[in-house]
């Protein structure tokens, strides 16, 4: 079952919102429940309870900014894996909104069809992140989720496994043992790197930035491909392929 959390102090736009998620899974036949919240002193202390995969969350809220209770959702509650889509009318956040890993941004009036669109591409890319990536260090068995991997990285005969809570762990191996075997969102941007292309902030011709700040350079031979497998992902996100 799947459990979305709304928190907006306009109490039209929870009413639209939830309508437009309810009529989505009900047409998927996909059991679907909502809890509504209008100010986000109430969101934090009851959310952890509720347990959302999925929360809409209005920036300008009246008692505290939509920013700083995503912020206390990934920081204080340890909510990584819980996907934030921010929606606002102001598209001035969007710096400040970085460092907590928001899934996406929509900007108000919120349609039908945004919002379908939104939930399609969430739950296609659900699929994978759920998913895990196992290995095996010191004869103990290991399984990391996609969606909680930003990048991997080699030195000598190590692959290190970032997290995106900014842990790490570390095992023997290559990175060409797995690469063919990882799901479409991760791309090679060189002989030391694979990265998580759902957690890039910006990118440029020759290095990439991710969600955490860290900058990695792209290799010269592999600059081409890289552009073709972006684009990959983002018409796989879409559904076009």
């Known amino acids: 079952m799947h459990r ?95 460092q907590i890993h928001p ?4 900007v108000k009036p919120l349609d039908s069809k945004t919002i379908t669109s939104t939930l399609m591409k969430l739950l296609r890319l659900e699929s994978v992140q759920k998913k895990s990536f196992c290995f095996r260090y010191n004869k103990i068995s290991y399984s990391v989720p996609y969606g909680d991997i ?19 762990m570390d095992y023997y191996g290559k990175l060409r043992d797995f690469i063919n075997d990882l799901p479409i969102q991760f791309a090679c941007i060189g002989k030391s790197y694979i990265i998580n292309m759902n957690y890039i902030r910006a ?13 990695l350079l792209i290799a010269q031979s592999r600059r081409g491909e890289f552009k073709r497998n972006l684009l990959d992902y983002k018409k796989w996100e879409n559904g076009l392929i």
């Open 103 to 106: 899934y996406d941004f929509l």
């Open 203 to 215: 990118w440029k011709s020759d290095r990439v930035l991710l969600d955490d700040g860290v900058e």
């Open 4 to 98: 979305v959390a709304i928190c907006d102090d306009e109490k039209k736009v929870c009413a639209e919102l939830e309508n437009i998620i309810s009529a989505f899974f009900q047409n998927r036949r996909e059991r679907c429940e909502i809890e509504v919240w209008y100010d986000a002193k109430s969101l934090c202390s009851q959310i952890e309870a509720f347990g959302p995969d999925v929360l809409f969350l209005d920036i300008e809220l009246p008692d505290r900014t939509g920013v700083s209770a995503g912020r206390y959702i990934r920081d204080g509650l340890k909510r990584d894996d819980m996907n934030i889509i921010f929606i606002s009318h102001n598209t001035s956040y969007a710096m400040e909104l970085f």
């Open 150 to 168: 930003l990048y991997f990285s080699s030195n000598n005969k190590t692959v290190i496994v970032h997290k995106i809570n900014g842990e790490h």
